[in-house]
């Protein structure tokens, strides 16, 4: 799954999570999120945001109570505000968007 056929190759698994994510871009963000029917608001963006720094510094996808925190922490938002955002779920969603590979040990939500 590609973004335009003019962007770099990325290579992406079966369900279209980047493999490897410091292939991710802004340009890629907002076609995955175009795919997904979002269209991306400063808070989505915040959200991308702390998780790709949450990973660059720990080399792990945060937890979606961690992003949770950060909203409550940053945005004054309320615990289903994630899932307001992203409806199909932190990790087929927001994760995806950030340009994380897919998490082995979660599901989709």
């Keep these: 799954m590609q973004p335009d056929a003019q962007a770099k190759p990325m290579p992406t698994g079966d369900e279209g999570y980047l493999v490897d994510p410091s292939d991710w871009s802004r ?3 907002l076609e995955i999120a175009r795919r997904e029917g ?4 400063d808070d989505h963006w915040a959200v991308i945001r702390f998780v790709r720094e949450f990973y ?3 080399h792990v996808i945060p937890d979606a109570r961690f992003v949770m925190k950060f909203l409550a922490d940053t945005r004054s938002a309320e615990r289903n505000d994630l899932f307001k955002l992203f409806p199909y779920g932190y990790v087929k969603q927001a994760c995806k968007i950030a340009g994380m ?3 082995r040990a979660w599901s989709t939500g």
């Design 38 to 41: 979002i269209e991306l608001t």
């Design 101 to 103: 590979r897919k998490p």
């Design 56 to 58: 660059e510094e720990r």
């Design 27 to 29: 340009e890629w963000a």
